[in-house]
Nanobody
Framework: QVQLVESGGGLVQAGGSLRVSCGASGRSVSPYVMGWVRQAPGKERTFVAAIRWNTGSTYYADSVKGRFSISTDNAKNTVYLQMNSLKSEDTAVYYC??????????????????WGQGTQVTVSS
């Protein structure tokens, strides 16, 4: 089992920056892909970014490329999502997810095994 706890959400003005964190505990997450998924009010969850823990390979949705950056701190077992140049449309609950299947597709939410409880990010215009 892997437990994921997000933190760092909040209210920020458009154009500002925010970093959300996801702390992982339980079994080793080194074989895992860690992803961030968001859900805006009244909309479905959508893929934001992902990182392969053991290689550091990163993946981004087109809507956040160049603005968001995903990274890990292996010593702290933590995944970060640095969000810059925030827009009102980035307002959502941000969820952290972990998956280890060999066939995992980073943008396919059903492929992830574990989920955090989410953290709210609100961007005011």
């Amino acid at each position: 089992q892997v437990q994921l706890v997000e933190s760092g959400g909040g209210l920020v003005q458009a154009g500002g920056s925010l970093r959300v964190s996801c702390g992982a505990s339980g079994r080793s997450v080194s074989p895992y892909v860690m992803g961030w998924v968001r859900q805006a009010p009244g909309k479905e969850r959508t893929f934001v970014a992902a990182i392969r823990w053991n290689t550091g390979s990163t993946y981004y949705a087109d809507s956040v490329k160049g603005r968001f950056s995903i990274s890990t701190d292996n010593a702290k077992n933590t995944v970060y999502l640095q969000m810059n140049s925030l827009k009102s449309e980035d307002t959502a609950v941000y969820y952290c997810a972990a998956g280890s299947a060999a066939w995992l597709r980073v943008d396919r939410q059903n492929d992830y095994d574990y989920w955090g409880q989410g953290t709210q990010v609100t961007v005011s215009s």
